[in-house]
């Protein structure tokens, strides 16, 4: 009886640990990655509609998302293509796990991305466009201004709290949620 008991208790704290260990996993928020991991994850070019674009990993960032997969953004160099390229591919997005961008869910993929802006002096949003690899619109959305944002940078993504990140374009913003 006693050696029931025990081995009762010990699969109970047993499945209490794993229980927490889960709970833990699960209340991990946004991380951004920088060193040896970014570095091995930014590629050097992105293919997109038979182009190898080269990526900008001066504008590139790489993000653990809350469920513990990586989110790889990163600005494509398009000097030399025409106007229409570079406003349809202005950036590229690798995704290992679901995300939420634009209120839609995307699954693992690759994807370009690309923004029209307003007149320069507009307080107006920008529309943001996400293409899988083929160049069909997989999603389009406001990319809301904040002109608030003390420094804009091409590629930046910011943090908010630990179910957001924001990924800015200049000053305009998009945001990512798990």
């Known amino acids: 009886m006693r050696n029931r008991l025990t081995i009762s208790s010990f699969m109970l704290v047993l499945i209490a640990f794993a229980a927490g260990a889960q709970w833990a996993h699960a209340q991990k928020g946004f991380e951004v ?8 994850a930014v590629p050097k070019d992105f293919y997109l509609e038979g182009e190898a674009i080269p990526t900008e990993k001066r504008n590139a960032a790489l993000l653990t998302v809350p469920s513990g997969h990586r989110l790889v953004v990163a600005l494509l160099d398009t000097a030399g293509y025409s106007s229409q390229v570079q406003e349809k591919y202005m950036g590229m997005l690798i995704n290992e796990g679901p995300v939420v ?26 529309d943001f466009f996400l293409y899988n690899q083929a160049g069909q619109k997989v999603c389009q959305c406001a990319a809301k201004k904040d002109k608030e944002l003390k420094h804009p940078v091409p590629l930046q993504v910011v943090l908010k709290g630990e179910k957001t990140a924001i990924l800015y374009l200049g000053r305009y913003g998009v945001e990512i949620k798990p």
């Open 33 to 40: 990655v920088t060193g040896k991991s970014f570095d091995r």
């Open 101 to 126: 961008i634009c209120g839609k869910q995307l699954g693992v993929g690759s994807f370009g991305m690309g923004m029209k802006m307003p007149p320069a002096e507009s307080d107006a949003d920008a």
